[in-house]
């Protein structure tokens, strides 16, 4: 079983910059890629960046060149470093571990952001 918390939440202004990040338990992290996504009111869940275990990034085109996904296989963490906030940024935002290996997944409880105009 994986637990993912995650931390690093809040508001802030637009033009403004947050950092999150997602804990995870256990032994599946450095054979798990890695996600962030993110959820704006009355909307569907949407994928903003991505982390294989090997280390390549993906991210939507929503939030390139403004949000960074980095992990620490050490410590069991991923983060994601976002810049230039705008208001449509506005969600709950949730870690994903995805093991195709163990053929399992896990979420986090998610954590609120909210961007202020």
């Known amino acids: 079983q994986v637990q993912l918390v995650e931390s690093g939440g809040g508001l802030v202004q637009a033009g403004g910059s947050l950092r999150l990040s997602c804990a995870a338990s256990?032994?599946?992290?450095?054979?798990?890629?890695m996600g962030w996504y993110r959820q704006p009111p009355g909307k569907q869940r949407e994928l903003v960046a991505a982390i294989t275990r090997g280390g390549s990034t993906t991210y939507s085109d929503s939030v390139k060149g403004r949000f960074t996904i980095s992990r620490d296989n050490a410590k069991n963490t991923v983060a994601l470093q976002m810049n230039s906030l705008k208001p449509e940024d506005t969600a709950v935002y949730y870690c994903?571990?995805?093991?195709?290996?163990?053929?399992?997944?896990?979420w986090g409880q998610g954590t609120q952001v909210t961007v202020s105009s």
């Open positions: 994903h571990l995805d093991s195709v290996l163990y053929r399992v997944d896990y």
């Open positions: 256990g032994t599946l992290f450095r054979v798990a890629d």
